[in-house]
């Protein structure tokens, strides 16, 4: 075999200045997120489908940026992920590239960190955010949130390619509560969302993915994570680890390369990839995890965070809980999960002296552990991530990825920037989605602009303004509504602001349950029309110097309530314009209107 592992010196070089320049291109982080990179195991179907920035086929040892773009619909699929960085820094990359899913060729990378996650604090207040990922095997533990979780998606043999995230205060190590944890999803697999289920941003990635040993699998399964600044295929060192040839109890008889024994490591090893130097070194042994106490190589991490705390190059082992502060005599903080099939499992961990899950997050041990060995420590367990887990059997749900962020940091996707994901203001009942597009709605222009004067063919006196606004006034700009807040008849927070208006004059907002085309009215043109029950005028205000005034927050109080009475229901649409004074103007009449505003309500 090591005669088809060539070096590949033209497509190392090369492919990540390419990947770089696609990168940018195509996938910028918004404000207020931060950027998710991930990759697919062998077995899934991504795994050889050409990516989105250059055609390249796409490996399991590619590290994977999803394509930007809007919520997608319910069938409409989203573009395949693009490669940020080949994997070709490993030595099975040139013979392997183009392979099949459902064929292991060595060149598994099953987790993943920058070095960047959260330098968790010894504070009682401290909260930080543990993102993570499972397999296809996993089933979650039943929660007060209908949709959005490990267990929902499961449901749907959907949880395999999503993010989900679990929210933590206090100091580790976090042991089994009472009742199990919480999740949250963050990101959507594929981004389609069914009946009933959460509505987040998509990946790229296929679902469903069916449990059982047949391979291919039929969906994918992303098996590593990294979140936060956006990364650098130039400059950022990469920390990773190779799968193993440790046969998995849930699948077929094993039939995957031993990824990391090409490279010359173990499987229970992290590795750092040095984009300086071009080189692939071993950052801790399986020996410094607590690892490989039963055999060379019989331990496979599977997820990390890492965070090269003291600056000594490689890994140094804390002396306690906290023990990796920066400054002298520190050590590095370093956690990991165990891939199913591991020895080590069922192991008493030296923190807590629980047998040690696939769903557990584990730390290196400080000193001897149990039974004469020193495996590694307890620092959350499976069931405080709502991971279904079964201790005295040594079964879990697979935990296969993972992400550390702390306060302050961006979250994936944070709309209101209140430092949580969106999706779990939602799935929490803290952000209102009436209209279930996965953003919350306080995120949204309820409704949008119509009726401008930008291009009306028959504005009068020729007063054609700019976009979304009337026409013009004595001002020499044409009267502007805009409408801020929610949709929701039941929080009734919308507010409409008319300016650029003519100063110190009255204006009324009207209101009126159909439109109809650009009609003259004195200097505007009128778009809000009804019928006799569907049409009123609503309070009137005073522009004042600015040129400016506000209706709400509580104008369906207003309206259907004594003398207006209507009846506003939710899915109706209605229609709102401003009608204001317009003395001394250019045109021939006192009166003139602003653009309109459509809403339609929800609950």
């Known amino acids: ?64 940026l999803p394509v930007g773009g809007p919520f997608p619909t319910t069938t409409t699929p989203l573009d395949k992920p693009g490669i940020l960085l080949p994997g070709s820094f490993l030595q099975a990359y040139t013979a392997c590239l183009g392979h099949l899913p459902g064929q292991s060729c060595g060149l598994e990378l099953n987790a993943l960190s920058f070095g960047r996650d959260a330098l968790l ?5 401290y909260r930080f955010r543990l993102y993570f990922s499972v397999d296809e095997f996993a089933v979650g533990e039943p929660s007060a949130t209908p949709w959005g979780t490990v267990f929902s998606e499961a449901q749907l043999n959907e949880a395999a390619a999503d993010v989900f995230v679990s ?20 990101v959507d697999g594929d981004g389609r969302r069914n009946n009933g289920t959460a509505f987040n941003r998509g990946l790229g990635l296929e679902e469903p993915n069916l449990p059982g040993s047949a391979l291919p699998d039929t969906g994918s399964n992303l098996d590593a994570l990294s979140m936060g600044a ?53 950052y801790a042994s399986a020996d410094d995890l607590g690892l490989d106490n039963l055999g060379i190589g019989t331990d496979d991490v599977d997820a990390i ?62 000193g001897l552990g149990f039974m004469g060995t020193t495996p590694p420590g307890i620092f959350a367990a499976a069931e405080t991530l709502g991971l279904h887990t079964d201790r005295l059997l040594g079964l879990s749900d697979e935990l296969d990825a993972l992400e550390l962020m702390g306060e302050g940091e961006d979250p994936f996707v944070d709309c209101n920037n209140n430092g949580e994901e969106d999706s779990k203001d939602i799935a929490n009942g803290s952000s209102p989605d009436d209209n279930i597009n996965g953003i919350p709605d306080e995120c949204e222009d309820p409704g949008h602009p119509f009726c401008d004067c930008k291009t009306a063919t028959n504005a009068p006196c020729g007063g054609n303004a700019g976009l979304e606004e009337g026409c013009k006034n004595n001002t020499g700009l044409g009267g502007k509504l805009v409408v801020t807040g929610q949709s929701s008849i039941a929080t009734d927070n919308l507010i409409f602001t008319s300016s650029q208006l003519s100063p110190n004059e009255f204006g009324i907002l009207l209101m009126g349950d159909g439109a109809i085309p650009h009609s003259p009215l004195d200097n505007g043109l009128r778009c809000v029309h009804g019928t006799s029950q569907g049409f009123r005028r609503l309070d009137i205000q005073y522009s004042g110097p600015a040129g400016t005034f506000t209706h709400g927050p509580g104008i369906l109080g207003i309206a259907t309530s004594t003398p207006h009475n209507l009846i506003v229901l939710s899915g109706t649409t209605w229609y709102f314009q401003t009608w204001y004074r317009d003395h001394f103007s250019y045109c021939t009449y006192n009166s003139n209107m602003t653009n309109g505003w459509e809403v339609t309500f929800t609950p």
Request: hydrophobic share 40%; proline share 10%.
């Open 1 to 64: 075999m090591s005669n088809l592992l060539a070096s590949g010196t033209l497509s190392r070089s090369c492919a990540p200045v390419l990947a770089l320049t696609f990168g940018a291109l195509f996938s910028a982080p918004a404000q207020g997120q931060s950027e998710l990179i991930f990759s697919v195991d062998w077995q899934g179907q991504t795994t050889g489908e050409p990516d989105s920035f250059g055609g390249l086929s796409i490996t399991d040892a590619d590290l994977l």
């Open 121 to 125: 604090q010894p504070n009682p207040m």
């Open 167 to 186: 929210n933590f205060q206090g100091l580790g190590p976090f042991a089994p509560g009472l009742t199990p944890g919480a999740n949250s999803q963050v």
């Open 230 to 282: 956006p990364f650098s295929p130039l400059t950022d060192k990469v920390y990773f680890s190779l799968e193993g040839g440790i046969a998995d109890p849930l699948e077929s008889a094993p039939v995957q390369v031993n990824s990391a024994q090409i490279q010359g490591f173990q499987s229970g090893d992290i590795l750092v990839y040095d984009p300086g130097t071009g080189q692939v070194s071993q």
């Open 305 to 366: 965070a890492v965070v090269e705390a003291n600056g000594i190059p490689g890994f140094q082992r804390p002396n306690a809980l906290y023990d990796w502060q920066p400054g002298p005599g520190g050590g590095d903080l370093v956690l990991f999960s165990v891939r199913r099939g591991s020895a080590v499992i069922g192991t008493p961990d030296s923190l807590l002296g629980l047998p040690i899950v696939p769903g557990d997050v584990l730390i290196a041990p400080f």
